[in-house]
């Protein structure tokens, strides 16, 4: 069984700055592919981010350019760093860790963003 931890979420100004974490334990079977997904109030979950075991990595357009991806397999981390933050990135942040026998979530940590 696998478990994931999610922290850093809070409240922001636009403009302003976030860092992601998410710590995996637990069965953690590799390869695998570890992302970050968001809900909005109202709106279905989507793809923020994803990254491989081999760090191959993609983006929603929404984000590129403003959010970078990364992870530690050492540690069993990934994380999320997040720029230049827009009110419309306000959603539950949730921690994603997909492997062919298994795809698993954090409880998901909210972000708020001001404009």
């Known amino acids: 069984q696998v478990r994931l931890v999610e922290s850093g979420g809070g409240l922001v100004q636009a403009g302003g700055s976030l860092r992601l974490s998410c710590a995996a334990s637990?069965?953690?079977?590799?390869?695998?592919?570890m992302g970050w997904y968001r809900q909005a109030p109202g709106k279905q979950r989507e793809l923020v981010a994803r990254?491989?075991?081999?760090?191959?990595?993609n983006y929603s357009d929404s984000v590129k350019g403003r959010f970078t991806i990364s992870r530690d397999n050492a540690k069993n981390m990934v994380y999320l760093q997040m720029n230049s933050l827009k009110p419309e990135d306000t959603a539950v942040y949730y921690c994603?860790?997909?492997?062919?026998?298994?795809?698993?979530w954090g409880q998901g940590t909210q972000v708020t963003v001001s404009s």
């Open positions: 990254i491989t075991s081999g760090d191959s990595t």
């Open positions: 994603n860790l997909r492997t062919i026998r298994s795809e698993n």
């Open positions: 637990g069965d953690i079977f590799r390869p695998n592919a």
